[in-house]
């Protein structure tokens, strides 16, 4: 008898948190140890930090050109955060879908309730740094932000923060290896849902 060939639908994870509860690191080491996930590479009007570079970490656009492309319908979702623009393509989220593969959005909490909507099959993962002052030194220890910006973003992450009711799962990052196991766990299960598979 043959075996059953099942077909398991791909899906999008989003990952959101505040500034400082270590996103960018989580989801790279997610995607170090699954070869099914791959990231949405950001479009924003935020200037580059530190060795970033465009295309890879974020494609690095004009205010002007990120809303010529916002009015075109370009991204899946959009969002303003601390004064700068962020958007996700569409287009390359559906090629990797139809590739088979899961798409990571790390994005803000604005973006994660539209994707919400716009996707409810989508699985959101929300990062909780262990308390605020672990976020405060996360912060300080960038060294890429004044003091100004600092407590801007710790304001914003008190109302962040606030959404996490919204999220399919809280992850609290407090050792970076278990968060990744955690998350990871997460999208294993996702990924074994009945109503993602066919036979």
């Given at each position: 008898?043959?075996?059953?060939?099942?077909?398991?639908?791909?899906?999008?994870?989003?990952?959101?948190?505040?500034?400082?509860?270590?996103?960018?690191?989580?989801?790279?080491?997610?995607?170090?140890?699954?070869?099914?996930?791959?990231?949405?590479?950001?479009v924003?009007?935020?200037?580059?930090?530190?060795?970033?570079?465009?295309?890879?970490?974020?494609?690095?656009?004009?205010?002007?050109?990120?809303?010529?492309?916002?009015?075109?319908?370009?991204?899946?979702?959009?969002?303003?955060?601390h004064?700068?623009?962020?958007?996700?393509?569409?287009?390359?989220?559906?090629?990797?879908?139809?590739?088979?593969?899961?798409?990571?959005?790390?994005?803000?909490?604005?973006?994660?309730?539209?994707?919400?909507?716009?996707?409810?099959?989508?699985?959101?993962?929300?990062?909780?740094?262990?308390g605020?002052?672990a976020?405060?030194?996360?912060?300080?220890?960038?060294?890429?932000?004044?003091?100004?910006?600092?407590?801007?973003?710790?304001?914003?992450?008190?109302?962040?923060?606030?959404?996490?009711?919204?999220?399919?799962?809280?992850?609290?990052?407090?050792?970076?290896?278990?968060?990744?196991?955690?998350?990871?766990?997460?999208?294993?299960?996702?990924?074994?849902?009945?109503?993602?598979?066919?036979?």
């Amino acid at each position: 008898m043959p075996p059953f060939d099942v077909v398991r639908k791909s899906f999008l994870v989003v990952v959101s948190g505040p500034s400082g509860a270590g996103k960018s690191t989580v989801v790279d080491r997610m995607l170090e140890r699954s070869s099914r996930l791959v990231a949405s590479v950001s479009v924003t009007t935020r200037p580059p930090r530190g060795d970033e570079r465009d295309g890879v970490d974020y494609f690095f656009v004009s205010r002007e050109e990120f809303e010529r492309r916002r009015e075109s319908g370009a991204f899946l979702e959009w969002a303003e955060v601390h004064g700068n623009l962020y958007g996700t393509p569409g287009a390359f989220v559906a090629r990797m879908l139809d590739e088979g593969m899961n798409v990571v959005l790390e994005i803000d909490v604005q973006g994660g309730m539209l994707v919400r909507d716009s996707h409810p099959e989508a699985v959101l993962i929300f990062l909780m740094p262990p308390g605020f002052e672990a976020l405060r030194e996360r912060l300080r220890g960038r060294a890429t932000d004044d003091a100004e910006v600092i407590g801007r973003r710790l304001e914003n992450a008190r109302r962040e923060i606030s959404y996490y009711g919204r999220y399919d799962y809280i992850v609290v990052n407090d050792e970076i290896d278990r968060c990744v196991d955690d998350c990871l766990a997460i999208v294993r299960a996702e990924a074994l849902r009945r109503e993602r598979a066919s036979i």
